[in-house]
């Protein structure tokens, strides 16, 4: 039994390694002066739907102004950014509609070179707003979650649900330093980048389907913010595979536009202690360039065996704004294996482009290299071209 | 009845014209010329009356606003200075001897050398500011040169300070934007981690081939020198590479694995960068030159012998850099031919 779920889990594990950017959270933005979530999203850690301020900077400061008439306001554009290209009229509820889609080429330009094109993500949302300064907030995300690659045409595949919620809470924030937020949410670790696949995602395992129901507490001042969530595991899941437990990340601001911050998570089920640390930094550079440097430790304890693994990684990313809707983004991963000393260094070089508001076009070339003392493999290229839409 | 009084216009400037036959007249026309700007007309009429209009200061004065306003500054220039010799020399000559501190209003109360003085600057501060790579150093240090002067004349005369200000400024501008578009060289000193997948044979005395793939990690030091402006940075650089490698067979006929083997190389090259996007992000490419030799084991020297044991190899890198002060942080990834992997590097430099 616990073979068979181990299976699953890692199985799940190992498949996100290769899906492609899912999150919404853009801490890279930053680059813009925008040092919290909060600020464009209804979730305070980023993620999920985003808000109608959110919606105006994404039409008016992210997105090219290329395909719109050269007279056409901003005003104009900012209230198109609601949905369905309407000004909201109502002040309780907001929709919204999201598709990704990714075509992946592994082992790019190799003879064993494979072509998918996988949907990511179809989700509709729908967030309730109430009180005074919509300090009552209700959110619902329920879509499409496909059926991860490794177990696609496995006898496992026929039980799995190929849709799901991925978010859905209840929150009360009194003011704008306080919120409380209880029900399915990511849980409060690390930097949230939109990269799920990134190593300092998969290795604490944060990745797409690995929200937990549980309370979240969030503070935000300029000067600090920070999170703490208590969290019992997906309540879909058997019992015996929730991962129970706590989290907290925690960043101070320097100088303005930079921010440091820790990150501990402890969590365990049936099978699995799971402890987890790291740090990070945010830095805006010029107007819409940041970088973002994270590093982490995870240390993985069976319950069932003695066999303890203790994993290492780093991200470093550089998001460079070329011009009003075409970012570049250079990312550099490490991810260290302690009990067989084997690491690994993933560079990857992309490109996003929002041509006009709610359509992201992006392409992310990823060369991967093993470092081992057993053997000397080839390096892995994997190209990923994404459409990203939100109505 | 607005083209009425539009041709009931033109039939009095052109009668005006025919009719003016003394100085007064034409000056008259020349300022009407000026309210119409109908500058050419001004010009042409000071042309066709210069023996007379030459020796009168209003003529010439309104000369030099038409060529001002036709952004014809050298020609203005020598309208005011015409000006100032012809009828404003003692004046002048006065205010040149006397210095700042002496300087008495009746020297220039009755003239008007402070405007002549504050027009003379502005235009060498125009014809500054419109210079670029194409005009003559001298030129360009006449125009500096003189712009100075005359803000120091007009201040001598009590022009008003905040209009000789925005002038300073303007120079000042011009001569750092000039700072910026000029090529500046530094040496640099870098430290890199380097790393690198590149392909080796082994053969045997059959002539049969292993194909051996190594990859290396490690360090390489080094420097270079570079030239950068407002908008780019070219550089030549080279490091020497010392870096451990696990190398082993990629087909099963002949196993063959080694770790922790010692490499030695270098790794030297030019570059460039473009600083479109940032003045501290820096995106570019660079064409290293590339050359290493490794501490291979030969599994017996009688029956095999290594093929591209020591190689040169040639390639580009797509290159980001991140400026603090002296210090950057620089990304690289590319590729060597005809090694399968990529070439990287994740390194410092700090400029000298």
Same mark, same amino acid.
């Given at each position: ?391 | ?73 050298? /020609? ?91 002038? /300073? ?67 030549? /650089? ?115």
């Amino acid at each position: 039994m616990f073979k068979s779920k181990s299976l699953i889990i890692m199985s799940l594990i190992g498949a996100c390694q290769f899906f492609s950017p899912k999150a919404e959270a853009y801490p890279n933005f930053i680059g813009h002066g925008y040092n919290s979530c909060i600020t464009c999203h209804y979730n305070p850690f980023g993620n999920g739907p985003i808000n109608d301020y959110g919606r105006a900077f994404s039409a008016t400061a992210v997105s090219s102004r290329g395909f719109y008439d050269d007279n056409k306001p901003e005003e104009l554009i900012s209230q198109e950014s609601g949905f369905l290209f309407k000004q909201p009229e109502n002040k309780h509820f907001r929709p919204q509609l999201s598709y990704r889609g990714m075509l992946l080429k592994q082992n790019f330009g190799e003879v064993k070179e494979t072509t998918d094109y996988i949907h990511m993500q179809a989700d509709l949302s729908l967030v309730g707003l109430f009180g005074e300064n919509d300090k009552y907030i209700a959110e619902v995300t329920f879509g499409y979650a496909p059926v991860p690659r490794a177990l696609q045409n496995t006898p496992q595949a026929d039980s799995i649900k190929t849709y799901r919620t991925r978010e859905h809470y209840l929150g009360y924030r009194p003011n704008q330093t306080w919120g409380i937020y209880a029900g399915l949410m990511d849980k409060t670790f690390g930097v949230r980048l939109v990269e799920h696949t990134s190593y300092s995602r998969t290795t604490p395992q944060l990745t797409m389907d690995d929200q937990s129901h549980g309370v979240v507490i969030h503070y935000n001042t300029p000067s600090f913010e920070g999170g703490l969530n208590a969290f019992v595991g997906n309540l879909t899941q058997d019992v015996d595979l929730r991962m129970k437990g706590f989290a907290g990340t925690f960043e101070y601001t320097l100088l303005e536009k930079n921010r440091v911050g820790l990150s501990v998570m402890k969590e365990g089920n049936d099978y699995v202690d799971q402890t987890a640390y790291a740090a990070h930094i945010r830095s805006g550079l010029d107007h819409g360039t940041s970088i973002i440097f994270e590093v982490g430790r995870v240390e993985k304890t069976p319950k069932t065996s003695s066999l303890s693994k203790t994993e290492y990684y780093s991200i470093f990313q550089n998001e460079i704004r070329a011009t009003r809707g075409v970012y570049f983004l250079n990312s550099i991963e490490y991810y260290k294996n302690a009990v067989d000393k084997s690491y690994r260094v993933r560079f990857g070089p992309s490109v996003s482009y929002f041509p006009r508001s709610k359509i992201e076009l992006r392409v992310d070339l990823n060369n991967t290299r093993n470092f081992s003392q057993e053997s000397s493999v080839k390096d892995r290229w994997d190209l990923l071209a994404q459409i990203h839409l939100w109505l | 009845m607005m083209k009425i009084k539009l041709t009931l216009l033109t039939f009095i400037i052109s009668f005006s014209a025919i009719a003016a036959n003394t100085p007064l007249d034409n000056l008259k026309l020349m300022q009407l010329y000026l309210d119409k700007n109908q500058l050419e007309k001004v010009e042409d009429l000071y042309d066709e009356n210069e023996e007379i209009l030459g020796k009168n200061w209003m003529a010439l004065e309104r000369l030099a606003i038409s060529f001002e306003r036709r952004e014809k500054f050298k /020609e203005a220039i020598e309208t005011y200075r015409k000006i100032i010799v012809n009828f404003n020399k003692e004046a002048h000559e006065k205010i040149l001897a006397t210095s700042a501190s002496k300087m008495d209003s009746s020297y220039y109360d009755k003239t008007k050398l402070q405007l002549y003085y504050y027009k003379l600057a502005f235009l060498n501060t125009q014809l500054f500011s419109k210079t670029n790579s194409y005009t003559p150093g001298n030129d360009r240090s006449k125009y500096k040169k003189n712009a100075e002067g005359f803000i120091g004349l007009a201040r001598k005369v009590k022009v008003d300070e905040g209009d000789l200000k925005l002038l /300073e400024d303007l120079l000042q501008e011009k001569i750092n934007s000039d700072e910026r578009m000029t090529y500046k060289s530094h040496y640099y000193a870098s430290l890199d981690f380097i790393s690198w997948q590149d392909r080796l044979y082994l053969v045997n005395t059959s002539g049969v081939k292993t194909n051996l793939l190594s990859t290396a990690i490690g360090t390489c030091i080094g420097g270079g020198k570079k030239w950068e402006n407002v908008n780019f940075e070219f550089d030549l /650089e080279g490091c020497f590479a010392v870096l451990t490698a696990t190398i082993s067979s990629e087909d099963r006929t002949v196993k063959y694995q080694q770790s922790s083997v010692a490499v030695k190389g270098f790794v030297a090259g030019p570059g460039m960068y473009f600083k479109t996007f940032s003045d501290n992000v820096l995106l570019g490419v660079h064409v290293p030159v590339k050359y290493r030799q490794g501490d291979w084991t030969n599994p017996d020297e009688t029956q095999y012998r290594f093929e591209r044991e020591k190689t040169y190899e040639a390639g580009y890198f797509l290159q980001s850099k991140i400026k603090i002060k002296n210090v950057s942080l620089r990304t690289r990834l590319g590729k060597v031919f005809p090694n399968p992997g990529s070439l990287w590097s994740i390194g410092l430099l700090y400029d000298f």
